[in-house]
Antibody, heavy 119, light 107 residues
Framework: EVHLVESGGGLVQPGGSLRLSCVASGFTFSTFEMSWVRQAPGKGLEWVSY????????HYADSVKGRFTVSRDNAKNSLYLQMNSLRAEDTAVYYC????????????WGQGTLVTVSS | DIQMTQSPSTLSASVGDRVTITCRASQSISTWLAWYQQKPGKAPKLLIY???SLQSGVPSRFSGSGSGTEFTLTISSLQPDDFATYYC?????????FGGGTKVEIK
């Protein structure tokens, strides 16, 4: 059974940094593309970043470009999101999501980790 | 970026009703569209991909159609478990974008 477990969320001051992690199990992690998707409280879904299976190609939403960095360690079945220069508008539940394999849509999601940016 | 517009934003319906949700793209995305269901406090669940392909394990009362810029998600006979928020997502190009959501409420 596929499991994605995020961690690393918490309360951080504006301008601060956090590193989110997502540990995958139940599938061959190294063969699938992954993304981070976030959801601000009471709001809709916003795609944040993408990484291909080897970690050689990444994409970012304009809202986080230059501040967030996605990476992965296939040996550890882990996905990461380094978030710097955090802003209040980055407050959200962050989900890691596995791509189905035949397109850029997501068949499995983690339970999410809450990031709160506030002074 | 491609903008995705869903309508309505809220829909009130009864068990057994046929429900249709519309999603419009700001430019053609061929059939690169997915639909998700989300319940409060839970992660989204994939229902439909490539506009009309039913994800494994999803009940057949869910169906998707459309191409280009206009798409629909139809629930043929609404069940109690279907009251939730539904999102469309284009997967034609990065940045990937979601619609604003449609909340299906009990009438």
């Amino acid at each position: 059974e596929v499991h994605l477990v995020e961690s690393g969320g918490g309360l951080v001051q504006p301008g601060g940094s956090l590193r989110l992690s997502c540990v995958a199990s139940g599938f061959t992690f190294s063969t699938f593309e992954m993304s981070w998707v976030r959801q601000a409280p009471g709001k809709g879904l916003e795609w944040v970043s993408y990484i291909n299976n080897r970690g050689t190609t990444t994409h970012y939403a304009d809202s986080v470009k230059g501040r967030f960095t996605v990476s992965r360690d296939n040996a550890k079945n882990s996905l990461y999101l380094q978030m710097n220069s955090l802003r209040a508008e980055d407050t959200a539940v962050y989900y890691c999501a596995k791509e189905l394999g035949s397109g850029d849509y997501f068949d499995y999601w983690g339970q999410g980790t809450l990031v709160t940016v506030s002074s | 970026d491609i903008q995705m517009t869903q309508s309505p934003s809220t829909l009130s319906a009864s068990v057994g009703d046929r429900v249709t949700i519309t999603c419009r793209a700001s430019q053609s995305i061929s059939t690169w569209l997915a639909w998700y269901q989300q319940k409060p406090g839970k992660a989204p669940k994939l229902l439909i991909y490539k506009a009309s392909s039913l994800q494994s394990g999803v009940p057949s009362r869910f169906s998707g159609s459309g191409s280009g810029t206009e798409f629909t998600l139809t629930i043929s006979s609404l069940q109690p478990d279907d009251f939730a928020t539904y999102y469309c997502q284009q997967h034609n190009s990065y940045s990937l974008t979601f619609g604003g959501g449609t909340k299906v409420e009990i009438k």
